[in-house]
């Protein structure tokens, strides 16, 4: 699952989101590993969408400060 909506980040505590957003980077290795290699990712938008979701918890945790 990578897509993080504002209302779940909202939600998390500070050690969630923090761990979160670990889990997120993982994915996104894991994608551009995949990719790298020439396989076809199970899903097109995963990069997007994890991109996405790793740029909105960064951004909420920034503002949180």
Sequence with gaps: MSHVS???IES???E???ARLLELRE???QLNAEK???GNPS???AYKATSRSIARMLTYMRNDQ
């Design 6 to 8: 504002n209302r779940e």
């Design 12 to 14: 998390m505590g500070k």
């Design 16 to 18: 969630a989101q923090q």
């Design 27 to 29: 994915e996104m290795m």
């Design 36 to 38: 790298s290699l020439g």
């Design 43 to 45: 899903n097109i938008g």
